[in-house]
């Protein structure tokens, strides 16, 4: 599996924004810092190889010494329509911890590109 995350945003307690290219199942992306709520928004999506035009997304704690904590697995297909529609979800009452967001399936088991990843950690955005 070849997958890479690019331009990283300079500070990893805030809200950054990156791309992803050739990523299948497991990509993980980097950490973040957070206290209660996250949103991660994909950008112009596209696929090889898979009929199936949709990814599994679902949010990890990053836990020292422990299997990490997963939270809700949302399947994202907007993103697949278009190079401007957005695909999103939000995940709320999270603990404080260093999180990140792994892609647990694409379609049918290709990979993926993403034109603009987001994560919002600010509720009142």
């Known amino acids: 599996m070849s997958a890479s995350v690019l ?12 791309t992803i290219a050739s990523a299948g199942a497991g990509f993980e992306s980097r950490r973040w810092a957070e206290e209660s709520y996250t ?23 990053d836990i020292s010494l422990q299997p990490d904590d997963k939270y809700g697995r949302k399947t994202y297909t ?9 695909s999103k979800a939000s995940w709320d009452n999270l603990p404080k911890g260093s999180y990140y967001f792994k892609i ?8 993926m590109w993403v034109n603009k990843v987001y994560v919002d950690n600010t509720l009142a955005d």
């Open 7 to 18: 331009a990283f945003a300079p500070n990893a307690y805030a809200d950054w924004e990156s």
């Open 39 to 61: 949103e991660v928004q994909f950008r112009g999506c596209t696929i090889q190889n898979s009929i199936n035009k949709s990814a599994d997304v679902q949010v990890w704690r």
């Open 78 to 86: 907007a993103c697949f329509k278009s190079s401007t529609t957005y």
């Open 104 to 111: 647990e399936r694409v379609g049918d088991g290709g990979l």
